[in-house]
Structure formats: C-alpha cells, structure tokens
C-alpha cells in the first residue's frame, strides 16, 4: 500500500496533524524490531518458593530499524537531501489537538502514521541517531545510516473543560482512482470536498489522469463534523415548522459547512419528503 506517487514497497511516515505524506524513505531497513513489554509484580508473600504474579501495566509498543541514505549518485549532500527531511519530524513545532491533556498544552512534534506493507503503527519518533559513512573529495557527505526508534501514540480519556474527549484515532483511509475518475468524483464517493482531497495529496490540476493512483482522504475535525450536524438540524426543524424560506437556507448552509456533505444530503433528503 502506498500513497500517491510513492512506491507501494517503500516505507512511509503520514502527519496526522498536516495530513499529508512527511517522509518515503530512499531504500527499505533490512531488519525491523518491534517490541512490546508489561510490568508484572511478584506477591509479597513470605515463607513461598513461589510467589503469584499480578499484571501491573503494559508499555506503548516500539518499533526500530535503521534506514540508509545514499547521494553517491549526483554527489548532493545527503544530510540536506535526507537526513533533515527525517529529523524535521522531531522538531516541536505542532500545538496538541483538542483530546490532549491540558498539561500537554505546549508545541510537541508531530503525532504520525507510520507503515510499510501491512505493518501500521501510529507513533512519535522516540530518536534518531545519525552516522555518516561516505564522504565526497570536497567533504559532503554522501551516505548516511539512521537508527529511527518509534513510540506507539495513543491517549486516554481525560476530563477537562467539564467534558470528557478523545484524541481522533481514526486510521487512515486510502483510495485507489478508477480509470475515467475525477478529483470531484473520488471526493464526493468518499464524502470530502474536492479542495480537502486535493491539497491532502498536492493535487493541482483537477482535471489531470489520476488512473491507478492511491489517494490518502483527510480526516474529517470533529467541529466540522459538529457544525455540519448543527446546521443540518436546522434545515429539517425549519422544514418541519413550516417554514420553507428558513429551511432552504439552513439546508444551503448545511451543504458549505458540512465538509463530508453527510450532513448536507441529510438535510436536503429530509427537505424532500417534506416538500
């Protein structure tokens, strides 16, 4: 499974907070660790030779590899072709999302989606350690080994603001282009606007061949998702009031707030039994 224009045998980091693709790596790891432990506690029962264990709590999965940059090619500088795109996805420069701990409520690197084949992870780059390995006449360096370790990112309920929310876990959804198939086509089968999918997969011809390409569909806010609800309701209660002039304007409202357009044709179907 790959994205748009990427190689559906590369690995791949998605940034949940851009929704966008950060980073297909130059050549797959040749080994890849994934680790997983729990914490158990012995009983504290003297006079035993063996004592019962208890299940205390289970750590955040980790995954590690390594990746190699190689620039030998065009002598480019590996570090500024490579090795910074990498270490861009460490820098702290995202504000945590409505679903986070109010303590957390400072910049944090971004939140990604990491997969390669049918292995997916959602995480955080937990470190990267760089060692350069090649160097041209001049001193640019041409090939690079990076050890990447990953951190499963998950958040647990908390309360805060008086109510109780959730980070949007939701996984990423792909979609292959049929032959024949619009931009306009493909978003509105998958209930987005045509703009969110095209700049979701730096789409800027809209009448261009996407033919057996996979597009990446942007999450939908859930404040989009409340103000589309919101605005759908309002059309159906005007509708059922009577009031037909309220109703088609709520019902148009509907349509430009609802970024799935679930909401909208909602309304609008509603409209249609009433009238």
């Known amino acids: 499974m790959s994205l748009s224009g990427g190689s559906a045998s590369k690995a791949w980091f998605y940034n949940l907070d851009t929704q966008a693709t950060a980073f297909e790596v130059q050549y797959n790891p040749k080994e890849f660790r994934v680790e997983k432990s729990l914490t158990w506690q012995e009983a504290n029962n003297q006079g035993l030779s063996t004592n019962p264990i208890q299940f205390q709590k289970g750590a955040p999965m980790t995954a590690s590899f390594d990746l190699v940059f190689d620039t030998t090619a065009d002598g480019a500088n590996v570090q500024k072709v490579w090795v910074d795109k990498l270490l861009s996805l460490t820098n702290a420069n995202q504000t945590p999302q409505q679903g986070e701990p109010a303590e957390q409520d400072k910049k944090r690197p971004p939140a990604l989606h990491f997969q390669w084949g049918t292995f997916e992870m959602k995480c ?30 998950e958040l647990a309920d908390f309360e805060g603001s008086g109510s109780s929310t959730r980070f949007n876990a939701d996984k990423i959804k792909l ?16 209930g987005v606007s045509t703009r969110a999918l095209a700049q979701a997969n730096g789409i800027t011809d809209p009448l261009a061949d996407l033919t057996g390409k996979v597009l990446t569909v942007p999450q939908v806010t859930a404040a989009a998702k409340s103000a589309a609800s919101g605005a759908a309701t309002a059309a159906v209660n005007a509708a059922l009031s009577g009031n037909s002039k309220n109703a088609g304007k709520a019902a148009e409202s509907a349509a430009k707030s609802a970024v799935t357009g679930a909401a909208s044709t909602a309304a609008k179907n509603a409209l249609k039994k009433l009238f």
């Open 124 to 153: 955080v780059i937990e470190s990267v350690n760089t060692t350069y390995l090649m160097f041209a006449t001049d001193g640019t360096a041409v090939r690079a080994r990076c050890s990447v370790k990953l951190k499963q990112w």
């Open 175 to 190: 979609v292959s282009v049929k032959g024949g198939e619009t931009v306009s086509q493909v978003a509105a089968a998958n």
